[in-house]
């Protein structure tokens, strides 16, 4: 079965730089998007940045401080993360959409601290 596996975590502080990874362990055929979450303790998972239809959309919060990009070639994923702030921290999830099911990362901890 396909897995996406995450990395690029970690403690950074506020003002830093992170850049998140996701790779699919095979391929995946029709993909319709994919795309970045988060969630942090006591509130619900939100959608951060999506690439969908040759378009890159951005929740409002992180527009202008976080890219996404991707690799066809590969099924990878990333996404840049600039001038982060304390709000960033949550755990963040990776997901691919294809024509039959959706593919879940197991999430990777980005903690800002001062």
């Known amino acids: 079965q396909v897995q996406l596996v995450e990395s690029g975590g970690g403690l950074v502080q506020p003002g830093g730089s992170l850049r998140l990874s996701c790779a699919a362990s095979?391929?995946?055929?029709?993909?319709?998007?994919m795309g970045w979450y988060r969630q942090a303790p006591g509130k619900e998972r939100e959608l951060v940045a999506i690439i969908i239809s040759g378009r890159t959309v951005y929740v409002d919060s992180v527009k202008d401080r976080f890219t996404i990009s991707r690799d066809n070639v590969r099924d990878t994923v990333y996404l840049q993360m600039n001038s982060l702030k304390l709000e960033d921290t949550a755990v963040y999830y990776c997901?691919?959409?294809?024509?039959?099911?959706?593919?879940w990362g197991q999430g990777t901890q980005v903690t800002v601290s001062s």
């Open positions: 997901k691919i959409r294809s024509n039959s099911q959706d593919y």
């Open positions: 095979g391929s995946i055929f029709s993909i319709i998007s």
